[in-house]
Protein backbone atom coordinates (compact mmCIF):
# COMPACT_ATOMS: atom_id res chain seq x y z
CA UNK A 1 0.00 0.00 0.00
CA UNK A 2 2.85 2.22 0.71
CA UNK A 3 4.50 1.44 -2.16
CA UNK A 4 1.07 2.50 -4.68
CA UNK A 5 1.24 6.08 -2.44
CA UNK A 6 4.77 6.59 -3.23
CA UNK A 7 3.60 6.09 -6.95
CA UNK A 8 0.50 8.28 -6.73
CA UNK A 9 2.26 10.82 -4.73
CA UNK A 10 5.63 11.55 -7.34
CA UNK A 11 3.89 12.20 -10.54
CA UNK A 12 1.19 14.49 -8.75
CA UNK A 13 4.44 16.53 -6.74
CA UNK A 14 6.06 16.87 -9.66
CA UNK A 15 3.22 17.74 -11.87
CA UNK A 16 2.96 20.74 -9.43
CA UNK A 17 6.62 21.45 -9.71
CA UNK A 18 6.16 21.67 -13.56
CA UNK A 19 3.11 23.93 -12.83
CA UNK A 20 5.09 26.13 -9.93
CA UNK A 21 8.01 26.51 -12.72
CA UNK A 22 5.95 27.48 -15.85
CA UNK A 23 3.90 29.97 -13.57
CA UNK A 24 7.05 31.78 -12.87
CA UNK A 25 8.15 31.73 -16.28
CA UNK A 26 4.85 33.51 -17.15
CA UNK A 27 5.79 35.55 -14.41
CA UNK A 28 9.25 36.64 -15.77
CA UNK A 29 8.09 36.84 -19.04
CA UNK A 30 4.98 39.65 -18.45
CA UNK A 31 5.62 42.71 -17.83
CA UNK A 32 5.22 43.91 -13.96
CA UNK A 33 2.39 45.72 -13.12
CA UNK A 34 3.02 49.50 -12.33
CA UNK A 35 1.26 51.43 -10.13
CA UNK A 36 -0.16 55.29 -10.62
CA UNK A 37 -0.34 57.71 -8.12
CA UNK A 38 -2.22 60.76 -8.99
CA UNK A 39 -0.22 62.65 -6.05
CA UNK A 40 2.72 62.01 -6.88
CA UNK A 41 2.44 60.69 -10.49
CA UNK A 42 5.29 63.27 -12.59
CA UNK A 43 4.71 63.76 -16.58
CA UNK A 44 6.23 60.83 -17.65
CA UNK A 45 4.07 58.39 -15.50
CA UNK A 46 0.88 60.45 -16.97
CA UNK A 47 2.27 59.38 -20.58
CA UNK A 48 3.03 56.01 -19.23
CA UNK A 49 -0.60 55.68 -18.49
CA UNK A 50 -1.95 56.82 -20.68
CA UNK A 51 0.19 55.20 -23.58
CA UNK A 52 -0.89 51.90 -21.74
CA UNK A 53 -4.54 52.66 -21.86
CA UNK A 54 -5.08 52.42 -18.06
CA UNK A 55 -5.74 56.45 -18.19
CA UNK A 56 -6.79 59.04 -20.16
CA UNK A 57 -6.53 63.30 -20.93
CA UNK A 58 -9.80 63.29 -19.97
CA UNK A 59 -10.41 61.56 -16.78
CA UNK A 60 -7.26 62.97 -16.08
CA UNK A 61 -8.71 66.28 -15.85
CA UNK A 62 -11.70 64.43 -14.16
CA UNK A 63 -9.32 63.52 -10.77
CA UNK A 64 -8.22 66.79 -10.78
CA UNK A 65 -11.50 68.51 -10.96
CA UNK A 66 -12.91 66.16 -8.24
CA UNK A 67 -9.80 67.09 -6.05
CA UNK A 68 -10.79 71.28 -7.03
CA UNK A 69 -14.24 70.14 -5.59
CA UNK A 70 -13.18 68.49 -2.44
CA UNK A 71 -10.45 71.04 -0.73
CA UNK A 72 -10.86 74.25 -2.37
CA UNK A 73 -13.65 75.58 -1.39
CA UNK A 74 -14.70 72.88 1.24
CA UNK A 75 -12.74 70.81 3.23
CA UNK A 76 -9.84 72.72 4.24
CA UNK A 77 -10.93 76.21 2.40
CA UNK A 78 -7.76 76.15 0.77
CA UNK A 79 -8.70 78.98 -1.95
CA UNK A 80 -6.15 78.37 -4.38
CA UNK A 81 -8.51 78.67 -7.14
CA UNK A 82 -9.98 81.61 -9.34
CA UNK A 83 -11.43 80.19 -12.19
CA UNK A 84 -11.54 77.02 -13.89
CA UNK A 85 -11.65 76.66 -17.54
CA UNK A 86 -14.94 75.31 -18.77
CA UNK A 87 -13.47 73.85 -21.41
CA UNK A 88 -11.40 71.43 -20.01
CA UNK A 89 -12.72 67.94 -20.42
CA UNK A 90 -13.69 68.80 -23.59
CA UNK A 91 -10.16 69.92 -24.73
CA UNK A 92 -8.84 66.58 -22.82
CA UNK A 93 -11.43 64.66 -24.72
CA UNK A 94 -9.99 66.27 -28.40
CA UNK A 95 -6.51 65.30 -27.08
CA UNK A 96 -6.77 61.94 -26.46
CA UNK A 97 -8.54 61.32 -29.64
CA UNK A 98 -5.41 63.29 -31.65
CA UNK A 99 -3.12 61.16 -29.78
CA UNK A 100 -4.73 58.13 -30.78
CA UNK A 101 -4.60 59.74 -34.48
CA UNK A 102 -1.58 61.28 -34.37
CA UNK A 103 0.61 60.55 -30.92
CA UNK A 104 2.16 62.97 -28.80
CA UNK A 105 2.72 66.83 -29.89
CA UNK A 106 5.28 67.15 -27.30
CA UNK A 107 5.32 65.96 -23.86
CA UNK A 108 2.80 67.91 -22.41
CA UNK A 109 0.60 67.20 -24.33
CA UNK A 110 -2.50 66.29 -22.32
CA UNK A 111 -0.63 68.19 -19.55
CA UNK A 112 -3.06 70.14 -17.02
CA UNK A 113 -1.76 73.32 -16.09
CA UNK A 114 -2.11 76.23 -13.41
CA UNK A 115 -1.86 79.46 -14.29
CA UNK A 116 -0.98 82.59 -12.25
CA UNK A 117 -4.60 85.46 -12.69
CA UNK A 118 -1.76 87.17 -13.99
CA UNK A 119 -0.78 85.27 -17.25
CA UNK A 120 -3.26 86.45 -19.90
CA UNK A 121 -5.52 83.35 -20.92
CA UNK A 122 -7.87 85.11 -23.72
CA UNK A 123 -10.71 81.95 -23.43
CA UNK A 124 -10.78 82.40 -19.03
CA UNK A 125 -11.15 85.88 -17.51
CA UNK A 126 -7.36 86.75 -16.05
CA UNK A 127 -7.29 89.96 -13.74
CA UNK A 128 -4.48 89.78 -11.30
CA UNK A 129 -6.89 88.83 -8.88
CA UNK A 130 -7.98 92.09 -8.75
CA UNK A 131 -11.59 93.38 -9.13
CA UNK A 132 -11.54 96.24 -10.66
CA UNK A 133 -10.49 93.64 -13.75
CA UNK A 134 -13.16 90.60 -12.57
CA UNK A 135 -14.55 88.99 -15.32
CA UNK A 136 -12.98 90.79 -18.28
CA UNK A 137 -10.69 88.44 -20.94
CA UNK A 138 -7.64 89.83 -22.64
CA UNK A 139 -7.25 90.25 -26.66
CA UNK A 140 -4.95 87.82 -26.75
CA UNK A 141 -2.81 84.95 -24.90
CA UNK A 142 -0.01 85.85 -23.14
CA UNK A 143 3.31 84.12 -25.06
CA UNK A 144 3.81 81.37 -22.74
CA UNK A 145 0.42 80.56 -22.99
CA UNK A 146 0.18 80.54 -26.90
CA UNK A 147 3.52 78.42 -26.82
CA UNK A 148 2.40 75.67 -23.83
CA UNK A 149 -1.13 75.30 -25.69
CA UNK A 150 0.99 74.29 -29.15
CA UNK A 151 2.72 72.01 -26.51
CA UNK A 152 -0.48 70.53 -26.10
CA UNK A 153 -1.44 71.29 -22.86
CA UNK A 154 -4.38 71.78 -21.13
CA UNK A 155 -4.94 75.42 -18.96
CA UNK A 156 -7.06 73.95 -16.24
CA UNK A 157 -7.41 76.81 -13.66
CA UNK A 158 -6.61 80.46 -13.21
CA UNK A 159 -5.07 80.46 -9.63
CA UNK A 160 -5.18 82.86 -7.11
CA UNK A 161 -2.28 85.56 -6.05
CA UNK A 162 -1.50 88.72 -4.58
CA UNK A 163 -3.47 91.44 -5.94
CA UNK A 164 -1.46 92.58 -8.90
CA UNK A 165 1.18 90.60 -7.75
CA UNK A 166 1.93 93.52 -5.23
CA UNK A 167 2.06 92.02 -1.89
CA UNK A 168 3.39 88.64 -0.86
CA UNK A 169 0.30 86.75 2.00
CA UNK A 170 -1.90 85.56 -1.00
CA UNK A 171 -4.29 87.85 -0.62
CA UNK A 172 -6.36 89.02 -3.30
CA UNK A 173 -9.87 91.21 -3.68
CA UNK A 174 -11.03 88.83 -5.94
CA UNK A 175 -10.15 85.51 -4.67
CA UNK A 176 -9.81 86.05 -0.78
CA UNK A 177 -7.09 84.31 1.16
CA UNK A 178 -5.33 81.15 -0.31
CA UNK A 179 -4.55 79.22 2.95
CA UNK A 180 -1.40 77.15 3.57
CA UNK A 181 -1.80 73.03 3.38
CA UNK A 182 0.54 72.56 5.72
CA UNK A 183 -0.93 74.74 8.45
CA UNK A 184 -3.95 76.52 7.69
CA UNK A 185 -3.73 79.20 9.90
CA UNK A 186 -0.33 80.38 7.83
CA UNK A 187 0.36 81.82 4.80
CA UNK A 188 0.98 80.36 1.76
CA UNK A 189 3.81 82.45 -0.03
CA UNK A 190 3.65 84.89 -2.36
CA UNK A 191 2.36 86.73 -4.89
CA UNK A 192 2.23 83.12 -6.91
CA UNK A 193 0.74 81.36 -3.56
CA UNK A 194 -2.29 80.22 -5.55
CA UNK A 195 -0.62 78.01 -7.92
CA UNK A 196 2.18 76.66 -5.36
CA UNK A 197 -0.81 75.80 -3.81
CA UNK A 198 -2.51 74.30 -6.76
CA UNK A 199 0.53 72.21 -7.65
CA UNK A 200 1.43 70.66 -4.12
CA UNK A 201 -2.22 69.50 -3.81
CA UNK A 202 -2.90 67.99 -6.82
CA UNK A 203 -5.36 70.65 -8.63
CA UNK A 204 -2.81 70.62 -11.76
CA UNK A 205 -0.01 68.56 -13.04
CA UNK A 206 2.33 72.05 -13.28
CA UNK A 207 2.19 75.76 -12.78
CA UNK A 208 2.73 78.75 -14.15
CA UNK A 209 4.09 81.64 -11.72
CA UNK A 210 5.40 84.97 -12.36
CA UNK A 211 7.83 87.06 -9.63
CA UNK A 212 9.61 90.41 -9.09
CA UNK A 213 11.47 89.80 -6.05
CA UNK A 214 10.52 86.33 -4.55
CA UNK A 215 7.05 85.28 -6.11
CA UNK A 216 8.17 82.03 -7.20
CA UNK A 217 10.44 81.25 -5.15
CA UNK A 218 8.52 81.52 -1.98
CA UNK A 219 5.73 80.09 -2.61
CA UNK A 220 7.42 76.70 -3.76
CA UNK A 221 9.42 76.69 -0.45
CA UNK A 222 6.44 77.40 1.52
CA UNK A 223 5.10 74.61 -0.60
CA UNK A 224 8.12 72.08 -0.66
CA UNK A 225 7.71 72.03 -4.58
CA UNK A 226 10.09 72.56 -7.31
CA UNK A 227 10.51 76.73 -8.44
CA UNK A 228 12.12 77.32 -11.18
CA UNK A 229 12.75 81.31 -12.00
CA UNK A 230 14.80 81.22 -15.35
CA UNK A 231 17.71 83.84 -16.30
CA UNK A 232 16.19 87.23 -17.15
CA UNK A 233 15.43 87.09 -20.57
CA UNK A 234 14.66 83.39 -21.09
CA UNK A 235 11.16 83.61 -21.52
CA UNK A 236 9.02 85.97 -22.66
CA UNK A 237 6.82 88.38 -20.45
CA UNK A 238 4.23 89.59 -23.24
CA UNK A 239 0.93 89.38 -21.80
CA UNK A 240 1.95 89.17 -18.10
CA UNK A 241 0.09 91.87 -16.00
CA UNK A 242 3.89 93.88 -15.42
CA UNK A 243 5.02 95.60 -11.91
CA UNK A 244 8.79 95.94 -13.17
CA UNK A 245 10.07 95.99 -17.04
CA UNK A 246 13.61 94.87 -15.48
CA UNK A 247 12.55 92.27 -12.62
CA UNK A 248 9.74 90.50 -13.50
CA UNK A 249 9.62 87.28 -14.77
CA UNK A 250 7.76 83.80 -15.67
CA UNK A 251 8.62 80.56 -14.25
CA UNK A 252 7.76 77.01 -13.09
CA UNK A 253 6.13 75.53 -10.09
CA UNK A 254 6.33 71.32 -10.20
CA UNK A 255 6.74 68.44 -7.94
CA UNK A 256 10.07 67.26 -9.77
CA UNK A 257 12.66 69.25 -11.46
CA UNK A 258 11.65 66.66 -14.38
CA UNK A 259 8.46 68.25 -15.00
CA UNK A 260 9.36 72.00 -14.03
CA UNK A 261 12.31 71.39 -16.66
CA UNK A 262 9.49 70.45 -19.43
CA UNK A 263 7.61 73.06 -18.81
CA UNK A 264 10.55 75.92 -18.98
CA UNK A 265 12.02 73.99 -22.34
CA UNK A 266 8.07 74.28 -23.49
CA UNK A 267 7.98 78.59 -22.80
CA UNK A 268 11.39 79.54 -23.26
CA UNK A 269 12.59 81.64 -26.34
CA UNK A 270 13.30 84.77 -28.46
CA UNK A 271 9.73 86.66 -28.61
CA UNK A 272 9.34 90.29 -30.54
CA UNK A 273 6.75 90.99 -27.88
CA UNK A 274 9.45 91.41 -25.26
CA UNK A 275 12.54 92.53 -26.38
CA UNK A 276 14.30 91.43 -23.47
CA UNK A 277 14.51 87.69 -24.91
CA UNK A 278 16.85 88.79 -27.66
CA UNK A 279 19.34 88.30 -24.83
CA UNK A 280 18.36 84.51 -25.28
CA UNK A 281 19.62 84.35 -28.45
CA UNK A 282 22.81 81.85 -29.26
CA UNK A 283 22.78 81.29 -25.27
CA UNK A 284 19.89 78.45 -25.46
CA UNK A 285 22.79 75.59 -26.47
CA UNK A 286 20.73 72.27 -25.53
CA UNK A 287 17.43 71.64 -27.66
CA UNK A 288 15.97 70.16 -24.78
CA UNK A 289 16.44 70.33 -20.61
CA UNK A 290 15.98 66.62 -20.60
CA UNK A 291 19.65 66.02 -21.80
CA UNK A 292 20.66 67.39 -18.58
CA UNK A 293 18.89 65.49 -15.82
CA UNK A 294 21.16 62.08 -16.96
CA UNK A 295 24.65 62.90 -15.09
CA UNK A 296 25.12 62.54 -11.02
CA UNK A 297 26.42 64.73 -8.67
CA UNK A 298 30.08 64.00 -8.69
CA UNK A 299 31.03 65.76 -11.24
CA UNK A 300 29.86 68.96 -9.54
CA UNK A 301 31.34 71.97 -8.42
CA UNK A 302 28.99 73.71 -5.94
CA UNK A 303 30.01 76.92 -3.95
CA UNK A 304 28.17 77.62 -0.73
CA UNK A 305 27.35 81.58 -0.22
CA UNK A 306 27.76 82.38 3.16
CA UNK A 307 26.56 86.14 2.72
CA UNK A 308 22.94 84.38 2.53
CA UNK A 309 22.48 82.58 5.40
CA UNK A 310 21.32 84.88 8.01
CA UNK A 311 22.81 85.12 11.26
CA UNK A 312 20.24 85.06 14.87
CA UNK A 313 19.11 82.26 17.05
CA UNK A 314 15.68 82.66 15.21
CA UNK A 315 17.46 81.43 11.87
CA UNK A 316 19.33 78.72 13.64
CA UNK A 317 17.22 76.00 13.21
CA UNK A 318 16.87 76.39 9.47
CA UNK A 319 20.10 77.58 8.42
CA UNK A 320 21.34 73.94 10.73
CA UNK A 321 18.54 72.29 8.20
CA UNK A 322 20.62 73.87 5.23
CA UNK A 323 24.19 72.53 6.64
CA UNK A 324 22.96 69.04 6.82
CA UNK A 325 21.93 69.41 2.98
CA UNK A 326 25.44 70.60 2.39
CA UNK A 327 26.89 67.87 4.05
CA UNK A 328 24.74 65.53 2.14
CA UNK A 329 26.27 66.85 -1.21
CA UNK A 330 29.84 66.10 0.03
CA UNK A 331 28.31 62.65 0.65
CA UNK A 332 27.23 62.65 -2.95
CA UNK A 333 30.29 63.39 -4.24
CA UNK A 334 29.84 67.15 -5.25
CA UNK A 335 33.18 69.07 -4.53
CA UNK A 336 31.73 71.79 -1.92
CA UNK A 337 33.74 74.43 -2.01
CA UNK A 338 32.70 76.43 1.67
CA UNK A 339 32.87 80.21 2.77
CA UNK A 340 32.53 82.06 -0.43
CA UNK A 341 31.68 85.64 -0.11
CA UNK A 342 31.41 88.64 -2.44
CA UNK A 343 32.82 90.85 0.51
CA UNK A 344 29.40 92.86 0.85
CA UNK A 345 26.47 93.13 3.03
CA UNK A 346 23.76 91.39 0.56
CA UNK A 347 21.30 91.35 2.86
CA UNK A 348 21.95 94.88 4.29
CA UNK A 349 21.79 96.02 0.42
CA UNK A 350 18.91 93.98 -0.50
CA UNK A 351 16.04 97.08 0.33
CA UNK A 352 18.24 99.29 -2.28
CA UNK A 353 18.06 96.49 -5.26
CA UNK A 354 13.77 96.51 -5.51
CA UNK A 355 12.77 98.84 -8.41
CA UNK A 356 9.13 97.32 -8.08
CA UNK A 357 7.36 100.82 -6.92
CA UNK A 358 9.89 103.00 -10.08
CA UNK A 359 8.38 101.25 -12.36
CA UNK A 360 4.99 99.91 -11.44
CA UNK A 361 3.00 102.81 -13.50
CA UNK A 362 4.80 102.99 -16.64
CA UNK A 363 4.81 98.96 -16.84
CA UNK A 364 1.06 98.73 -16.35
CA UNK A 365 0.06 101.35 -18.42
CA UNK A 366 2.02 100.10 -21.13
CA UNK A 367 0.39 96.56 -20.44
CA UNK A 368 -3.58 98.27 -20.04
CA UNK A 369 -2.72 99.67 -24.08
CA UNK A 370 -2.13 96.05 -25.78
CA UNK A 371 -4.89 94.44 -23.53
CA UNK A 372 -7.75 95.76 -25.82
CA UNK A 373 -10.80 98.10 -25.38
CA UNK A 374 -12.63 95.68 -23.50
CA UNK A 375 -10.23 96.60 -20.18
CA UNK A 376 -12.36 98.61 -17.68
CA UNK A 377 -9.76 100.49 -17.18
CA UNK A 378 -7.14 102.12 -19.15
CA UNK A 379 -4.67 103.17 -16.87
CA UNK A 380 -3.16 102.33 -13.41
CA UNK A 381 -4.81 106.05 -12.34
CA UNK A 382 -8.64 104.88 -13.32
CA UNK A 383 -7.39 101.66 -11.43
CA UNK A 384 -6.92 103.51 -8.43
CA UNK A 385 -10.26 105.35 -9.00
CA UNK A 386 -12.60 102.40 -8.77
CA UNK A 387 -11.98 101.66 -5.30
CA UNK A 388 -12.23 98.27 -6.20
CA UNK A 389 -9.05 96.99 -4.73
CA UNK A 390 -7.53 95.95 -1.42
CA UNK A 391 -7.42 98.85 0.94
CA UNK A 392 -3.91 97.48 2.01
CA UNK A 393 -2.31 98.66 -1.72
CA UNK A 394 -3.76 102.31 -1.63
CA UNK A 395 -0.74 103.61 -0.24
CA UNK A 396 1.19 102.36 -2.97
CA UNK A 397 -1.24 103.36 -6.08
CA UNK A 398 -0.95 106.68 -4.73
CA UNK A 399 2.89 106.42 -5.00
CA UNK A 400 3.24 104.71 -7.83
CA UNK A 401 0.40 107.22 -9.68
CA UNK A 402 2.71 110.28 -8.56
CA UNK A 403 5.97 108.93 -9.64
CA UNK A 404 7.87 111.56 -11.91
CA UNK A 405 9.83 110.53 -14.90
CA UNK A 406 12.63 107.71 -14.86
CA UNK A 407 14.82 109.92 -17.09
CA UNK A 408 16.27 112.04 -14.23
CA UNK A 409 15.36 109.70 -11.34
CA UNK A 410 18.62 109.32 -9.49
CA UNK A 411 17.43 107.00 -6.78
CA UNK A 412 16.62 104.79 -9.33
CA UNK A 413 19.35 104.90 -11.41
CA UNK A 414 21.07 104.21 -8.14
CA UNK A 415 19.50 100.88 -7.76
CA UNK A 416 19.87 99.98 -11.61
CA UNK A 417 23.60 100.42 -10.67
CA UNK A 418 23.35 98.54 -7.60
CA UNK A 419 21.78 95.56 -9.38
CA UNK A 420 24.67 95.85 -11.86
CA UNK A 421 27.24 95.80 -8.78
CA UNK A 422 25.61 92.98 -7.37
CA UNK A 423 25.03 90.77 -10.75
CA UNK A 424 29.15 91.01 -11.75
CA UNK A 425 30.03 90.49 -7.51
CA UNK A 426 27.98 87.03 -7.87
CA UNK A 427 29.07 86.30 -11.32
CA UNK A 428 32.65 86.90 -10.55
CA UNK A 429 32.95 84.94 -7.57
CA UNK A 430 31.10 81.89 -9.50
CA UNK A 431 33.80 82.49 -12.55
CA UNK A 432 37.12 83.00 -9.84
CA UNK A 433 36.27 79.19 -8.05
CA UNK A 434 34.84 77.43 -11.22
CA UNK A 435 31.45 76.56 -9.22
CA UNK A 436 28.33 75.55 -11.08
CA UNK A 437 26.24 77.11 -8.85
CA UNK A 438 25.81 78.80 -5.56
CA UNK A 439 23.46 77.09 -2.29
CA UNK A 440 22.35 78.57 0.18
CA UNK A 441 18.93 78.70 2.59
CA UNK A 442 16.41 80.10 0.37
CA UNK A 443 14.73 81.33 3.47
CA UNK A 444 15.54 79.53 6.83
CA UNK A 445 12.12 80.20 8.17
CA UNK A 446 8.82 78.63 7.72
CA UNK A 447 6.15 80.15 6.27
CA UNK A 448 4.26 83.13 8.29
CA UNK A 449 1.03 83.41 10.05
CA UNK A 450 -1.83 84.99 8.24
CA UNK A 451 -2.18 87.97 8.02
CA UNK A 452 1.49 88.65 7.99
CA UNK A 453 4.43 89.63 5.46
CA UNK A 454 6.03 86.60 3.85
CA UNK A 455 8.74 89.36 3.24
CA UNK A 456 10.98 91.19 5.40
CA UNK A 457 13.41 88.40 7.26
CA UNK A 458 12.57 86.04 4.56
CA UNK A 459 12.66 88.31 1.68
CA UNK A 460 15.66 86.98 -0.90
CA UNK A 461 15.37 88.75 -3.95
CA UNK A 462 19.06 88.45 -5.35
CA UNK A 463 18.27 86.46 -8.23
CA UNK A 464 14.97 88.83 -9.45
CA UNK A 465 17.45 91.79 -8.52
CA UNK A 466 20.45 90.27 -10.23
CA UNK A 467 18.46 88.47 -13.37
CA UNK A 468 20.55 85.29 -12.13
CA UNK A 469 18.43 81.48 -12.78
CA UNK A 470 17.40 80.28 -9.43
CA UNK A 471 16.18 76.31 -8.21
CA UNK A 472 14.50 76.35 -4.95
CA UNK A 473 14.16 72.33 -4.38
CA UNK A 474 12.52 71.03 -0.69
CA UNK A 475 14.97 70.95 2.20
CA UNK A 476 12.64 69.32 4.86
CA UNK A 477 10.49 70.02 7.59
CA UNK A 478 11.74 72.29 10.18
CA UNK A 479 10.18 71.57 13.87
CA UNK A 480 7.20 73.50 12.60
CA UNK A 481 6.11 71.18 10.57
CA UNK A 482 6.86 73.75 7.84
CA UNK A 483 8.78 73.15 4.71
CA UNK A 484 12.38 74.89 3.96
CA UNK A 485 14.41 74.93 1.19
CA UNK A 486 17.21 75.00 -0.44
CA UNK A 487 18.42 77.19 -3.90
CA UNK A 488 20.75 77.33 -6.60
CA UNK A 489 21.76 80.58 -8.57
CA UNK A 490 23.91 79.43 -11.90
CA UNK A 491 25.49 82.05 -13.70
CA UNK A 492 22.82 83.80 -17.17
CA UNK A 493 21.73 81.32 -19.06
CA UNK A 494 23.10 78.36 -17.54
CA UNK A 495 19.90 76.26 -16.56
CA UNK A 496 21.24 73.29 -18.10
CA UNK A 497 23.82 72.79 -15.26
CA UNK A 498 21.06 73.98 -12.78
CA UNK A 499 18.84 71.31 -13.63
CA UNK A 500 21.67 69.09 -13.75
CA UNK A 501 22.69 69.86 -10.57
CA UNK A 502 18.64 70.11 -8.76
CA UNK A 503 17.62 66.67 -10.27
CA UNK A 504 20.46 64.97 -8.86
CA UNK A 505 19.96 65.92 -5.26
CA UNK A 506 16.13 65.86 -5.26
CA UNK A 507 16.57 62.31 -6.54
CA UNK A 508 19.57 61.50 -3.79
CA UNK A 509 17.50 63.10 -1.04
CA UNK A 510 14.18 63.13 -1.08
CA UNK A 511 13.46 65.42 0.61
CA UNK A 512 9.38 66.58 -0.26
CA UNK A 513 6.92 66.33 2.31
CA UNK A 514 3.17 65.99 1.14
CA UNK A 515 0.86 68.03 2.92
CA UNK A 516 -1.35 66.22 5.55
CA UNK A 517 -4.47 68.21 4.75
CA UNK A 518 -5.64 66.97 1.30
CA UNK A 519 -5.17 63.42 0.96
CA UNK A 520 -6.08 60.74 -1.82
CA UNK A 521 -9.66 60.73 -3.15
CA UNK A 522 -10.92 57.75 -4.70
CA UNK A 523 -9.54 56.51 -8.01
CA UNK A 524 -6.29 58.42 -8.21
CA UNK A 525 -4.20 55.35 -7.27
CA UNK A 526 -4.08 52.48 -9.28
CA UNK A 527 -2.08 49.46 -10.74
CA UNK A 528 -1.78 48.73 -14.48
Do not use: C
Amino acid sequence: MESANRRFFWPLASSLVLVFIAAAIIRAQSPKSREFDLLTARVADIQAAVGAGALTYEHLVQLYLNRIEAYDKKGPRLNAVIEINSHALEIARALDAERKARGLRSPLHGIPVAVKDNIDVSDIPSAGGNLALAGTYPAHDAMVIRRLREAGAIILLKANMDELALGSQGLSSLGGQTLNPYDLKRNPGGSSGGTGVAVNVGFATVGLGTETGVSIRSPASNNAVIGIAPTRGLVSRAGVIPISFTQDRVGVHAKSVADAALVLESIRGFDPEDLLTRDSLGKIEQPSYRDSIKEGLASARVGVLRDLFRKGEEFAAGNKLIEQQIAFLREQRAVVVDGLSTGVDLIGLMPSLRLNSYELRFAFDAYLRHRGPASPVKSLAELAATGKYLKSLERQFQQAVKRDPLDFDVEYQSRLENQKMVRHLLIDLMNRYRVDALVYPFKALGAPLLGTSDGGVRDNPISSTTGLPAIVIPAGLNEEGLPIAIEFLGLPFSEPKLIQLAHAYEQASHRRVAPKSTPHLQDEVFSY
